[in-house]
């Protein structure tokens, strides 16, 4: 199945996607990624014990915030009216890490799968800088969309999520 890119036009150059005639419907989107560390400074923020305070508080709100400056961040994103952006950050021993879940909903004519993802990234951005004094060798990873509603091609979601 060959589909055309949204954001490209006829002659290859990028362009952003005219919703002027699409329906406002409900959407939302739910993304995930986490990041890995040392064991050492899973324990320091497990322990809230870092230089620069509570982590998962700070990267729950740095998500929000990102969500939030989605189209300043991604040139051909439209600006939403975000009306919920809920970022929770866990820690998880088994990685060890932090694992980042960001939901975005809006009333709208194009989707808030990008608000979702960018909320998550810009999270996992600010454990990063909070724990980076502990351990400058974390792994972000695995940043993706895991469901989304709403919109012309309706509900979908990630296999095995």
Do not use: Q
Request: aromatic share 2%.
């Amino acid at each position: 199945m060959s589909r055309r890119l949204s954001h490209v036009d006829g002659k290859g150059r990028a362009r952003m996607v005219d919703v002027g005639a699409k329906a406002v419907t409900a959407r939302r989107a739910v993304a995930e990624g986490r990041i890995t560390m040392s064991r050492a400074a899973f324990a320091a923020v497990k322990a809230n014990r870092t230089a620069k305070g509570d982590v998962l508080a700070v990267a729950e709100l740095a998500g929000v915030a990102g969500a939030k400056r989605t189209p300043e961040l991604i040139p051909l994103a439209h600006p939403l009216p975000l009306e919920h952006v809920v970022v929770t950050a866990r820690l998880d021993p088994k990685l060890p890490g932090v694992r980042i879940r960001a939901e975005t909903r809006v009333e709208a004519k194009t989707g808030v799968e990008m608000e979702a993802l960018t909320a998550c990234a810009v999270a996992l951005l600010a454990v990063y800088d909070m724990v980076k004094a502990a351990d400058r060798g974390m792994v972000i990873g695995d940043v993706r969309l895991i469901e989304k509603s709403g919109g012309r091609s309706g509900p979908w979601k990630r296999k095995g999520s």
